[in-house]
């Protein structure tokens, strides 16, 4: 089912919104709420998402592969959004696996600018470089970190915030997926939202 469909609506006979084959950086158009389970497995896969969120709904904190419109939306206008969503994905694609890490002098370099990391940091940093745009989840990261040891759950996350602020300099972003774990990718220089800007994170069910 292609963009249009959702926005004309089921026909005669017409079943449940089904993925269908596509390219990896043609986003896919979903509704919010209804297909709101098929998130956590679109943003493991690094797939592109345009949200139609149903009147009423607040909108959610994005991360740099999803965008929204509010129904009833335009065809062209969910058109537009959904090659424009597609040109930022291909422009994201280009972070390799392995790309991002830190070397052994505890630097990790990203284009003409390096930032200095800490050893337990850097743990987390190779294993989220290591598979770009793609959920880490929390976890793993405690194992690589503090194997066999128990750790609070704001240990990892305390971690993360911190080595989040590093990265900002470079264009690098580590973005918060709630109930699944992290996700390492390139910070869009300025994210195109698809109507008014979303509310604060707070008042957010997804991510921070």
């Known amino acids: ?9 089921p026909g005669p006979g017409s079943g449940p919104l089904a993925p269908r084959p596509a390219a990896a950086s ?16 679109l943003l493991a896969q690094g797939r592109p998402c345009v949200w139609l969120l149903e009147p009423g709904e607040l909108v959610p904190e994005l991360g740099p592969l999803e965008d929204w ?4 939306a335009d065809p062209g206008a969910l058109e537009d959004l959904v090659q424009r969503l597609g ?15 830190v070397d052994d002098d505890g630097l990790c370099t990203w284009g003409a600018r390096r930032v200095v990391v800490p050893h337990v940091e850097a743990v ?12 880490v989840r929390r976890g ?30 470079l ?13 390492l990718a390139v910070e869009p220089p300025s994210p195109t939202r ?12 997804w991510s921070n």
């Open 26 to 41: 043609e986003p896919e158009v979903c509704r919010w709420p209804r297909d709101a389970h098929r998130r956590a497995g």
């Open 87 to 101: 040109a930022r994905a291909r422009r994201l694609g280009g972070l390799l696996p392995g790309e991002v890490h």
């Open 194 to 205: 698809g109507a008014t800007s979303p509310p604060s994170p707070r008042s957010s069910p």
């Open 140 to 169: 793993e990261l405690e194992d690589l970190v503090w194997p066999g040891a128990v750790r609070s759950r704001r240990a990892i996350d305390s971690r993360v915030h911190t080595l989040r602020s590093r990265l900002a300099p």
């Open 69 to 72: 419109l509010r129904l009833p």
């Open 171 to 183: 264009g690098l972003r580590i973005h918060t997926i709630r109930g699944q774990g992290y996700l």
């Open 124 to 135: 987390i940093l190779n294993r989220l470089g290591a598979t770009p745009d793609r959920v």
């Open 1 to 9: 089912m292609d963009a249009l469909d959702l926005l004309r609506g």
